[in-house]
């Protein structure tokens, strides 16, 4: 499947630049016996339905049209906008994250917690820097980045 995905990004990737579209993630997973090829896009300012409608059927004639056809099997395409929670992956995303509030859930407990939510405050590649409420008190608190699980944009109530 990692071939497929792969092969597709390739071809996809110029239809989603040419727009000023930012391609956030992909995956292609098989679910229930059902293939799926997710394609997350987003934009600066956000993108609405009718951006990712006709995103969709420019990459979905893209797909329709490559020789050899590089699925195996029958897939449904899905395009969607990754939404306000985000996950933060790359470099550009770590950016927008500074001094945003983000969810984080660790590979193994760090100070008697595996989630946090709170403000980047700064990352380097080996840690990160939040800022966390513990009860009526703010707190700083560093996580080695080997421990993240994953990284999201949070909303903070």
């Not at 995905?5 to 000023?20: C, M, Q, S």
Request: glycine share 2%.
């Amino acid at each position: 499947m990692a071939k497929v995905k792969d092969f597709v990004l390739d071809e996809i990737r110029p239809i989603i630049a040419k727009r000023n579209d930012e391609l956030v993630d992909t995956e292609y997973v098989n679910e229930k016996g059902q293939n799926y090829l997710r394609i997350y896009v987003d934009r600066e300012n956000g993108i609405d339905m009718d951006e990712i409608a006709a995103l969709s059927e420019l990459i979905s004639a893209k797909l329709d049209q490559l020789q050899p056809d590089p699925f195996p099997d029958p897939y449904v395409l899905e395009l969607s906008s990754p939404g306000i929670e985000r996950p933060i992956k790359t470099a550009a995303d770590w950016q927008k994250a500074l001094n945003q509030y983000v969810h984080v859930n660790l590979y193994q407990k760090v100070e008697k917690q595996k989630e946090y939510e709170g403000t980047l405050k700064s990352f380097t590649d080996s840690e990160i820097e939040l800022v966390v409420k513990i009860k009526t008190r703010k707190k700083v608190l560093s996580l080695p980045r080997k421990l993240i699980a994953n990284i999201r944009f949070a909303i903070e109530f």
